[in-house]
């Protein structure tokens, strides 16, 4: 038979039980609020820059370009399977960041939506545009928008900021945002393909063209106030689907080196021209970053069941080796599941290939935000 005593042992327990519960998530409390990838209560933004890695959808906008993904089956695993412009099934990496990072919002919106409210606008767009590069021809190719346009936008962009919250917020919410540039892939996919190009610049030299259009539009960026800017390499570009198929005419496809060696290189160049702008401007409290994507894409196709991918040479969409934008259509046959595919066409990886680049690069990612709340 229990006794009183033994009751007030047993209620004695669960008090000092609940206190120590209530000691842990008054903790657990305490560590949300000052996680250091929470960005909700700051005043800083995630502003993007690129092509159809990093567009969420300005290219609906253009009305004479071919490059839209705004029809089935792009978006097909999007919570309300609406194709946003996003050219795979559902997110892109940038839509992970501005989530993972608490910015009040799942995706990062086009800026050219005319429906993006004040809120929208403060806590981070993207600029980005299918098809562009940063060789001027890249662009020009398939009328879209060029990076020095997108860099007018951003200049447009502030004026707009500038209205709301006046000239000193809008100029400290820029030196606390963070800056991402996703671009060159498609200027080295129409420089492979293009002999004239190829007469005009061996591939060393048009690595270097490109590196010192990418620093004049990094200074740029710099002078508009950016302080944490991060731009994305190359991925193995002849693993692309579309590469493959163009340069192989065998039965068993496989990456073709040669131009993916050539996207190593850029690489090497692009990290080390960072490291000297890092040493350049280390007097103005600026930070520079180099994020890889070639290393990720490479593991997931060299090693596609440690990622649960069946599929790693041809996309998703159509017969999965030359479709994308308007080749990859309502009545093209799709996969029944994308998570076993590296690639959702024959150029952009699927969701689930971009969120595993966004884990890849978690650590960058972790280490500008602590920076950008250091600002605050």
């Not at 047993?10 to 209530?22: C, F, G, P, Y």
């Not at 978006?75 to 892109?92: M, Q, W």
């Not at 163009?246 to 850029?266: Q, T």
């Not at 998570?339 to 500008?368: C, E, G, M, N, Q």
Request: with cysteine.
């Amino acid at each position: 038979m229990r006794t009183c005593e033994d009751s007030h042992v047993l209620l004695s327990l669960i008090e000092k039980l609940l206190i120590v519960w209530l000691l842990l998530q008054c903790l657990m409390a305490k560590l949300v609020s000052s996680n250091k990838n929470n960005l909700s209560a700051s005043d800083a933004g995630f502003y993007v820059f690129g092509d159809s890695t990093v567009d969420p959808g300005n290219n609906n906008y253009i009305s004479n370009t071919p490059l839209k993904s705004n029809f089935p089956p792009y978006g097909r695993d999007l919570p309300d399977h609406v194709p946003s412009g996003r050219f795979t099934n559902a997110k892109l990496s940038t839509d992970y960041i501005a989530s993972y990072a608490g910015l009040k919002k799942e995706f990062v919106p086009p800026y050219l939506d005319p429906k993006l409210d004040m809120e929208e606008l403060l806590t981070g767009v993207s600029f980005a545009s299918a098809g562009s590069g940063f060789d001027p021809q890249t662009p020009a190719l398939s009328n879209v928008i060029s990076i020095p346009k997108q860099l007018q936008y951003f200049r447009e962009y502030k004026k707009r900021l500038e209205g709301v919250v006046g000239r000193e917020r809008r100029e400290n919410h820029i030196h606390k945002s963070a800056f991402l540039i996703s671009a060159a892939t498609n200027d080295f996919i129409f420089y492979f393909l293009d002999p004239i190009r190829r007469k005009s610049f061996t591939a060393f030299t048009y690595q270097q063209f490109l590196i010192q259009q990418l620093k004049t539009f990094v200074q740029e960026l710099w002078e508009e106030g950016a302080r944490e800017i991060a731009v994305v390499g190359l991925p193995p570009v002849g693993c692309l689907p579309v590469m493959i198929t163009l340069n192989s005419f065998d039965v068993e496809r496989s990456c073709i080196d040669e131009y993916s060696s050539v996207a190593r290189d850029y690489n090497k160049m692009l990290q080390h021209e960072l490291q000297l702008m890092q040493q350049r401007f280390s007097n103005s409290a600026a930070n520079f970053y180099y994020v890889d994507i070639y290393g990720p894409l490479a593991d997931m196709i060299q090693t596609p069941h440690k990622y649960g991918f069946d599929e790693v040479n041809d996309g998703c969409c159509g017969s999965g080796y030359i479709e994308t934008a308007f080749l990859c259509k309502e009545k093209s046959p799709v996969c029944s599941d994308a998570s076993k595919y590296v690639f959702w066409d024959s150029l952009h990886p699927t969701d689930k290939a971009y969120h595993y680049i966004f884990l890849a690069a978690r650590s960058t990612v972790d280490l500008i935000i602590q920076r950008m709340l250091q600002r605050q």
